[in-house]
């Protein structure tokens, strides 16, 4: 590839190379996930040893954040409202409360799960199906909905953010020998069937640098570290299932000749739904206690049809 990254004719060419179209059969819409079998889950479920359970997902920040830069204004702050009790007696009979949430899934101030249908490219979302699956009452192919009871494989962490001396930066995209190098950092070796933890410190830049959001003393986050498209390969020659990063896997800007690579090779040609957003500070400081990098890693959405994306709460069970 390029020297100053990959051009369009060279992403193309990568795009065609892992290509998993028509891997499952044609009318399949689960991709990448066929890889986690009952064998699979039954080994996943043998890391469980010490009973400890980790949460990968950040709180929902519903005291509001500023956009990040061009291409976020679509996005509004998630909003909570509560309907109260009132029992007619204060401090007497039962009292109901009520939620209702409103609340953009995608953004990177939010764990979600990207679905198959979340991208399309030349008119094409995962499979070879046409763009005319997505419609503005929700897509009839490739949903989160799929996807719910599914997410339940071996997690494996790769701390990139370690081989950085403590976070990953803007333009130096992970390149696939520091997936090599932390992968053998962590004796463990990533396979088909499982969920990709890549931890790239965004947390400790944001504690750093700023945060992006509602701080005026705080630097706006137009940049993002992400991973080099070349690290695709490794996805396809590893069969993982499921990609987890503690931003959103791309780079921002993007590198190359196309924006959001990643997505775009994850989502609509390998088949391979995206986990944006995680946190993963908590899964590292467990993994580092107790020397393993390794466990089983489970995600749940809700059930709902059409829906392109979802807020989720990954779990780590080691």
């Known amino acids: 590839m390029s020297a100053n990254g990959p051009t369009e004719d060279e992403l193309r060419r990568l795009f065609a190379e892992i290509c998993n179209w028509g891997r499952w059969g044609a009318e399949d819409e689960l991709g990448t996930i066929n890889l986690i079998t009952p064998a699979v889950r039954a080994r996943a479920a043998a890391t469980v ?23 976020d204004e679509w996005r509004e702050p998630p909003v909570l409202s509560l309907h ?11 009292g109901i409360a009520v939620d209702r949430f409103a609340i953009t899934a995608h953004g990177k101030h939010t764990t979600h799960l990207d679905a198959l249908c979340h991208i399309t490219f030349d008119g094409r979302m995962y499979n070879g199906r046409t763009a005319e699956h997505l419609t503005s009452a929700g897509a009839t192919a490739g949903d989160v909905a799929l996807l719910a009871d599914r997410l339940c494989t071996r ?47 965004r947390d400790a830049r944001w504690r750093a640098e700023g945060t992006g959001v509602a701080e005026p003393q705080a630097p706006p986050m137009v940049d993002y570290a992400g991973l080099h498209p070349e690290c695709l390969r490794f996805f396809r020659e590893r069969d993982i299932a499921v990609l987890v990063s503690d931003i959103g896997h791309d780079q921002v800007p993007p590198v190359g000749g196309i924006g959001m690579p990643v997505h ?45 994306s979802a807020l989720v709460n990954p779990m780590a069970l080691f």
């Open 84 to 94: 109260l009790p009132d029992t007619g007696q204060p401090g007497r009979g039962v």
């Open 155 to 201: 997690g494996v962490l790769l701390d990139i953010a370690a081989l950085r001396g403590g976070y990953a930066r803007p333009g130096e995209p992970v390149r696939t020998d520091e997936l090599l190098e932390a992968e053998r950092a962590g004796a463990t070796r990533v396979g088909p069937g499982d969920a990709l933890l890549i931890h790239l410190g």
């Open 264 to 308: 775009i090779g994850a989502l609509v040609h390998l088949g391979l739904p995206l986990i944006d957003g995680a946190m993963l500070e908590g899964v590292v400081r467990a993994a580092d206690r107790l020397q393993r990098r390794e466990f089983l890693f489970t995600a749940a959405p809700p059930v709902i049809p059409g829906a392109t």
């Open 49 to 71: 040893t010490e009973g400890l359970c980790v949460s990968c997902a950040r709180a929902v920040e519903l005291d509001g954040y500023r956009e990040d830069g061009p291409g």
